[in-house]
């Protein structure tokens, strides 16, 4: 596609469920990378794949936290058992191996009641 | 760990005037990206301009500009002739220049707000 694309755009869950957000990359871009913004504060480094390399999953705040990608295609970022610290916009972004820069996706307003 | 401080929140500028947002960072590598992202309220981070630590020569995009100090750990954002459409959150990032890890460190931001 043009750009990054993430889905749903906003999601409300209960306390306790299990959410996914989708986020499809640019084609072609081998780099896809996971944050997580909390209100009024900065971009936290969640998850970083690089094609078929091991995921740099160093930036997972529990083990509630998962994400998957199959090649260069769409990557799923999965909570379980959400609590309300998960509220937050999830960003993905992608890039090109090595590039500088990285495009980002509009993120995932995911607020848990 | 590197690490990257934005120390003003919030900022305000008035139109056509020029406004400066600061940013310090911490690292021992000697090689490295630094950029300045913009987040318009559609929440999309868009690219404003890009330093790599290696050139002395600081980075010009139009009516921004950087003054990077690389002994200071130092990379301000300069913005000429500001417009409303300036108004957003901007955010400082450092990435390691060897590519193989991806993630950009993020600063806290600030909040740039244009009166007309």
């Known amino acids: 596609g043009a750009g990054v694309s993430q889905s749903p755009s906003n999601k409300v869950t209960e306390k306790g469920k299990d959410v996914e957000l989708r986020c499809d990359p640019i084609?072609?871009?081998?780099?896809l990378y996971w944050y997580r913004q909390r209100l009024g504060q900065g971009l936290e480094f969640l998850i970083y794949?690089?094609?078929?390399?091991?995921?740099?999953k160093s930036g997972l705040p529990s083990d509630r936290f998962s994400a998957e990608r199959t090649g260069e295609s769409v990557s799923t970022l999965t909570i379980q058992r959400t609590q309300q610290e998960d509220s937050a916009v999830y960003l993905c972004?992608?890039?090109?191996?090595?590039?500088?820069?990285?495009?980002f996706g509009q993120g995932t307003r995911l607020t848990v009641v | 760990a590197q690490t990257v401080t934005q120390s003003q929140p919030e900022m305000s500028v008035q139109e056509a005037e020029t406004v400066t947002l600061s940013c310090t960072y911490d690292t021992s590598e000697s090689d490295y990206y630094l950029f300045w992202y913009k987040q318009p309220p559609s929440r999309q981070m868009i690219l404003v301009i890009r330093q790599e630590a290696y050139k002395q020569q600081n980075a010009t995009e139009n009516r921004f500009s950087v003054n990077f100090q690389k002994a200071a750990k130092s990379f301000s954002l300069k913005i000429s002739d500001s417009q409303l459409g300036d108004a957003a959150m901007y955010f400082c990032?450092?990435?390691?220049?060897?590519?193989?890890?991806?993630?950009?460190?993020f600063g806290k931001g600030t909040k740039l707000s244009v009166k007309p």
């Open positions: 084609s072609g871009h081998t780099a």
């Open positions: 794949f690089q094609g078929n390399s091991a995921p740099d």
């Open positions: 990032a450092y990435r390691t220049y060897g590519g193989s890890q991806g993630n950009l460190i």
């Open positions: 972004a992608s890039s090109v191996y090595r590039a500088t820069e990285a495009f």
